[in-house]
Nanobody
Framework: QVQLVESGGGLVQTGGSLSLSCAAS????????IGWFRQAPRKEREFVAG????????NYEDSVKGRFTLSRDNAKSTAYLRMNSLKPEDTAVYFC????????????????WGRGTQVTVSS
């Protein structure tokens, strides 16, 4: 089993930045694609971004392209999501998820999930 723990959420003003981390419990993390999802109040959970096991392929939803940046350090079993130019509509609980194989955008494709971290962007 792989356990994922997100951290780095908080309150930031519009235009500010936050960096989220996703730490894994096992070295097998290095073989997994990492996806980031978010869920705002009264909305469905949605795909934000994904990065493959090697870190050489990424996928970003249009709403975050140019603002969010994925990275990972497999030696530390940790993935990162740098969020710049934050907007109020980015406010949500952000979840880290993991799966074998290629990056996918569907929630059902991800086998492992963290508990989420709250990101709040004030206007």
């Amino acid at each position: 089993q792989v356990q994922l723990v997100e951290s780095g959420g908080g309150l930031v003003q519009t235009g500010g930045s936050l960096s989220l981390s996703c730490a894994a419990s096992r070295r097998a993390f290095a073989l997994l694609t990492i996806g980031w999802f978010r869920q705002a109040p009264r909305k469905e959970r949605e795909f934000v971004a994904g990065i493959n096991w090697k870190g050489d392929t990424t996928n970003y939803e249009d709403s975050v392209k140019g603002r969010f940046t994925l990275s990972r350090d497999n030696a530390k079993s940790t993935a990162y999501l740098r969020m710049n130019s934050l907007k109020p509509e980015d406010t949500a609980v952000y979840f880290c998820a993991a799966k074998p194989g290629l990056i996918e955008t569907r929630i059902s494709d991800y086998e492992y999930w963290g508990r989420g971290t709250q990101v709040t962007v004030s206007s």
